[in-house]
């Protein structure tokens, strides 16, 4: 059985700084490793999708690693703003086509 | 549509009532999941379509919560004789193609209280 860890559970950071959130899952055969962000009372927005053969993707600010063999995946954040402050979600696609969702890093982000 | 599109945003209801939440894929997407999430709690899947088939509904949590598809498009999750654990926001995504290498693109949910 999938299961998807994420560390630190929640994180308080000044503004500037380049940050780098955590995630693990137990089973190396997935299709894809997807990064979301929440904000409070809002869905989920997609941030990076990163498929099984990839090692990683990048936008703007954010760049998302993949190691499959390892099972682990890591979300760079550089140069944080307040904006940025959010719980930011890891998920993995197995083969049975549905996403397993970690439990999530809450950011916090002072300015 | 542009985007993911549920409805109701908020649905209070009494212990005992059945509810129904509606989900509107984006447009061409053939793949849509429902995944429950409550206060404080991590995301629960609970089903997943690919058309109108539901491959996997190995999370829906009891008999009394079913759901289908039609047309390949709208879904309807029903929650029967609704119970106040059934209290949570209720999230709905969808993805392109049927390889499983989609990208998923969330709803801003409908948030169910049961009374």
């Known amino acids: 059985k999938q299961e998807v860890t994420q560390i630190p559970a929640a994180l308080s950071v000044p503004e500037g700084e380049n940050l780098v959130l955590n995630c693990s899952f137990t089973d190396s055969a997935i299709y894809n490793l997807q990064w979301f962000r929440q904000d409070p009372g809002k869905g989920l927005t997609s941030l990076l999708l990163i498929q099984s053969s990839q090692r990683e993707q990048t936008s703007g600010r954010l760049n998302a690693s993949l190691d499959k063999s390892s099972g682990r995946s890591t979300l760079y954040i550089a140069a944080s703003q307040p904006g940025d402050s959010a719980t930011y979600l890891c998920?993995?696609?197995?083969?049975?086509?549905?996403?397993?969702f970690g439990q999530g890093t809450e950011l916090s982000v002072k300015p | 549509g542009a985007g993911v599109s549920q409805s109701p945003s908020n649905k209070v209801t009494e212990k005992g009532k059945d509810v129904e939440l509606r989900c509107d894929p984006i447009?061409?997407?053939?793949?849509l999941y429902w995944y429950r999430q409550s206060l404080g709690q991590g995301l629960e899947f609970l089903i997943y379509f690919q058309g109108n088939s539901a491959p996997d509904k190995s999370g829906l949590p009891s008999d009394r919560f079913s759901a289908e598809r039609t047309g390949g498009s709208v879904s309807t999750l029903t929650i029967q004789r609704t119970q106040q654990e059934d209290s949570a926001v209720y999230l709905c995504?969808?993805?392109?193609?049927?390889?499983?290498?989609?990208?998923?693109?969330f709803g801003e949910g409908s948030r169910l209280t049961v009374l």
């Open positions: 998920a993995v696609k197995g083969g049975t086509g549905k996403l397993i």
């Open positions: 447009s061409g997407h053939t793949a």
């Open positions: 995504a969808s993805s392109f193609g049927t390889d499983n290498t989609g990208e998923l693109f």
